[in-house]
């Protein structure tokens, strides 16, 4: 996984590819962490493997997009009901994760007290070289400060 990462992004100086590099290996095991725990649960049955193998390559909006074959709308969390996108003709795609590890690359830029979520959110988006403008449209609740001041 770190290896299809690297040839991807596009570094400034030497010191941030150390640092992505280091937030990619931190954030594969991390992953097979969180595999192990899964696969020692008594309820864990063969037919998961399938969902974890999709889990363990990165995800790319692009990527989704071209095998969905429609305009993707972010959103952070599933209070939109999905019969709105489909009769927008979107394809939802929920944006946060929750890891811990992604969050450092974002800590340079973001406020100290920001949420984690958030943090997570634009780490990852650091670490795939996304953005905003790969989806058609974003949906942002209001019931949280940080993500009302995201845009």
């Known amino acids: 996984m770190v290896e299809k990462m690297n ?3 596009n570094f400034i100086d030497e010191r941030q590819k150390r640092r992505y590099e280091k ?3 931190k954030t594969e095991e991390e992953y097979l962490q969180e595999i192990a725990i899964l696969k020692s649960r008594e309820d ?3 037919e998961y493997e399938y969902f974890l193998q999709l889990l363990a390559s990165p995800f790319s909006a692009r990527k989704l997009q071209m095998r969905v074959e429609k305009p993707l709308a972010g959103l952070f969390c599933i209070q939109a009901p999905f019969e709105i996108f489909d009769a927008f003709d979107l394809h939802p795609v929920k944006l946060c994760g929750g890891s811990h590890t992604v969050q450092r690359l974002a800590a340079s830029y973001l406020p100290v007290l920001m949420c984690p979520m958030l943090k997570s959110f634009m780490g990852n988006f650091d670490l795939q ?3 905003f ?3 058609r449209a974003v949906i942002l609740p209001t019931t949280c400060d940080w993500v009302v001041k995201l845009p």
């Open 7 to 9: 040839d991807k992004l």
């Open 23 to 25: 937030v990619l290996q």
């Open 44 to 46: 864990f049955l063969e």
């Open 129 to 131: 070289q996304e953005s």
């Open 133 to 135: 403008a790969d989806y």
